[in-house]
C-alpha cells in the first residue's frame, strides 16, 4: 500500500518482522555498549556485532551497501557518522564512541545508534551525549497519526540548540521498511506543522547528530568518515520507531 510520496505502509506482519530485527539491532547495541572500554579496537566492536547477528540468524543491514566495508559504523569524538571499524584502531579513555548498527530479518530493516562514553568522560562530554538522546526522545515524542514531519525536526532542533549546539543538515534521518533508507526524508531541523503528514503504518528511522561547534561536516578521505569541519566534537542516537493507530512504537527499544 502506497501514501503519498510513494511512502510504503507496513501492515502488522512486516510490522513483526522490524520488530525482531529491531530487538536485535538494539540488544546488540547495548553489548556492544558494555564492551567499548579502553583499549578495545573498533575491529573488535565489529566483530562482536556480526557475531551476535549470526547468534540470532540476522543478517547485517549496512556490510557492502554502497561498499561499506563494515557490519558497524564507528565514529569518534568529533566523527559524526559512518566511522570505518579498524582493528588497529583503539578507544582511549575519555573518548566517546557513535556505535550506528542495523539488522535484517525476513527481507525487513531496523536501524539504531547510540553514543557512549568510554571510561571516565568529561562533564561537557557527557551533556552532549545527553542532551542529543534526548533531542531524539524530543523527536519521537511528536510521532502520531496526523502529526507532521516537521513536527519531529522542529523538537529536535528546539532541545539541541537549547543546549547551545548545532544539529547536523547535510545527514538527516529517513524512512526504512525492505529497504534501509526509503522516503520520507527526516530532517532533524524544521518547522512544526509543516510537511508530510504522517499515518499509522509508516516506519521512520529518527536521528539526529547534535554538534559542539557549528552543523558543518566533511568527509575524510577513506571516503566514509563524516567529521566535524571545526574539528568538535559530535554525538548521534537513532531509534527505528513505526507509526501507529495511536501513537508510535520504538521498534529498537530494548
Known amino acids: 500500500m502506497k501514501s503519498e510520496a510513494l ?26 555498549a558494555q564492551a567499548a572500554q579502553p583499549g578495545v579496537s573498533t575491529g573488535e566492536l565489529d566483530r ?11 543478517k547485517p543491514a549496512f556490510l557492502g551497501y554502497r561498499g561499506f566495508p563494515g557490519v558497524l559504523c564507528v565514529s569518534i569524538n568529533q566523527e ?35 553514543t557512549v562514553g568510554v571510561g571516565k568522560i568529561s562533564d561537557a562530554a557527557a551533556k552532549l551525549v545527553k542532551t542529543t ?7 519521537i515524542e511528536t510521532v502520531a497519526p496526523g502529526s507532521r514531519l516537521g513536527d519531529i525536526g522542529a523538537a529536535v532542533q528546539k532541545h539541541a540548540e537549547a543546549g547551545g549546539y548545532s544539529v547536523v543538515r547535510t545527514f538527516v534521518g529517513h524512512g526504512i521498511g525492505r529497504n534501509l533508507h526509503e522516503d520520507p526524508a527526516i530532517p532533524n531541523f524544521g518547522r512544526a506543522g509543516t510537511g508530510l503528514r504522517l499515518q499509522a503504518g509508516m516506519v521512520l528511522a529518527i536521528e539526529p ?12 578521505d ?33
Open 48 to 58: 562482536i556485532a556480526h557475531a551476535e547477528l549470526k547468534k540470532r540468524k540476522a
Open 80 to 114: 559524526v557518522v559512518h566511522g570505518i571499524p579498524d582493528p588497529k584502531r583503539k578507544l582511549a579513555e575519555g573518548d566517546i564512541v557513535s556505535l550506528d548498527f542495523g539488522a535484517i530479518v525476513r527481507g525487513y530493516y531496523a536501524d539504531s545508534a547510540i
Open 222 to 254: 577513506d571516503g566514509w568518515t563524516a567529521v566535524t569541519k571545526d574539528g568538535k566534537w559530535s554525538a548521534h542516537f537513532e531509534h527505528t520507531v513505526a507509526v501507529t493507530a495511536d501513537g508510535h512504537e520504538v521498534l529498537t527499544a530494548v
Open 133 to 139: 538522546r534526548e533531542s531524539m526522545e524530543r523527536g
Open 209 to 220: 547528530m547534535v554538534n559542539v561547534g557549528g552543523p558543518e561536516v566533511e568527509t575524510l
Open 7 to 32: 511512502i510504503e505502509l507496513k501492515g502488522p506482519a512486516e510490522i513483526g518482522w522490524m520488530r525482531e530485527a529491531g530487538r536485535a539491532t538494539g540488544e546488540t547495541l547495548q553489548l556492544l
